[in-house]
């Protein structure tokens, strides 16, 4: 029979029992998932829009300047398939140029926003008449086994660096489902943040207006609207690293006192020592040999990267 404490965990939502394991061990930790409820993720669409992170604007450029090449290496009669797809507006630059090669394109974008699957299938309509939208709602982090029912070449995107927020062994994981899911001759177009200088990594993870700190702070004040915890935002503090070692970047909330703050849903005081830290996100960046390794390791066979020119970013093919 449930207890009244797992009664009341019931009337939260599924992650609670993860924020209670994050934050009562030690190191704290939380999953970065939790980044993106509404606000979450408008302000990642803010933090894209900065100066100083390079990614987003990078890899656009890449595809811009390559989709001619990155569509005749992936072969002819392309399906499309988008992992993580949002509104689908990267995408564009791809699905421009396929619809000039191809009298007739199917696009499957997936990703677990209804409403921004919508949005995608109202903009790419409206642009693109020959090209036919079959939205798939789901999270595509157990696998997508609906892929292994289209026939057709596939080409899976999975741009955006979203494989860096995977620890490897994860990223491995993922890619492999992917793989089982496709057939001889499909291909998956993969876009990844190269290691890089701390110079440009730190500012990029730690912008002069603080949009990436409220980014992450919003991951305690999400706690405080869903799960009634009274964290005072201001008692923390964003941090950014660099770890060379692991080739990721780090962040950190800092606790700045000691006070501990409380949450009602899961009865549960959290209790910090003054600097103590709550890891909210690792964004791994790849060097060409970790590239090379995560494919691999999946069943996939790299076969052309197309990088920007200071090689920041890179787009890479890799076949089935
Ligand atoms: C979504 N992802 C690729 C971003 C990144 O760069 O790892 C998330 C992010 N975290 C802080 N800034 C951006």
Redesign the pocket.
């Known amino acids: 029979m449930a207890t009244s404490k797992q009664l009341q965990l019931l009337e939260y939502p599924a992650y609670a029992l993860e924020v209670r394991e994050g934050l009562s061990g030690a190191p704290k930790h939380l999953p ?1 998932k939790l ?2 409820d509404e606000v979450g993720s408008q302000l ?1 669409e803010q ?2 829009e900065l100066p100083e ?1 390079y ?1 987003t604007r990078t890899e656009r450029s890449i595809l811009e300047r390559y989709a001619a090449d990155i569509l005749r290496q992936a072969g002819a009669n392309l399906t499309l398939v988008e992992l993580g797809a949002g509104t689908a507006t990267k995408t564009c630059v791809l699905i421009e140029e396929l619809v000039q090669r191809q009298s007739r394109t199917l696009f499957y974008p997936i990703d677990v926003s209804a409403s921004a699957l919508d949005e995608a299938v109202r903009n790419l309509a409206g642009q693109f008449p020959s090209l036919r939208v079959n939205p798939i709602v789901g999270d595509y982090t157990g696998g997508v086994p609906a892929l292994s029912r289209i026939s057709g070449r596939k080409l899976v995107l999975y741009i ?6 995977f620890e490897p062994p994860q990223a491995i994981r993922l890619l492999r489902r992917i793989r089982q899911t496709l057939r001889a001759g499909d291909a998956l177009l993969l876009g990844a ?1 190269f290691a890089k200088s701390s110079k440009v990594l730190l500012p ?2 730690d912008d002069a207006q603080g949009v ?1 700190a409220a ?2 702070k919003n991951i305690l004040a999400r706690l405080n609207r869903e799960l009634d915890a009274d964290f005072d935002l201001d008692a923390f503090r964003h941090i ?1 690293l660099w770890n060379r070692r692991c080739s990721r ?1 780090e ?1 950190y909330l800092e606790r700045l006192a000691d006070q501990p703050a409380f949450i009602p849903a899961l009865d549960l005081d959290v209790h910090f020592k003054t600097g103590e830290r709550i890891h909210t ?4 960046k790849y060097t060409d040999a970790m590239i090379e390794s995560i494919l691999r390791e999946s069943g996939f066979q790299l076969e052309h990267t197309w990088c920007d020119r200071k090689k920041w970013f890179g787009v890479h093919l890799a076949r089935v």
């Open positions: 970065a980044f993106y990642f933090i894209t992170y990614l955006g660096s979203s494989i860096g927020n943040d990029a993870y990436t980014f992450n950014a970047m962040i996100e690792n964004s791994y």
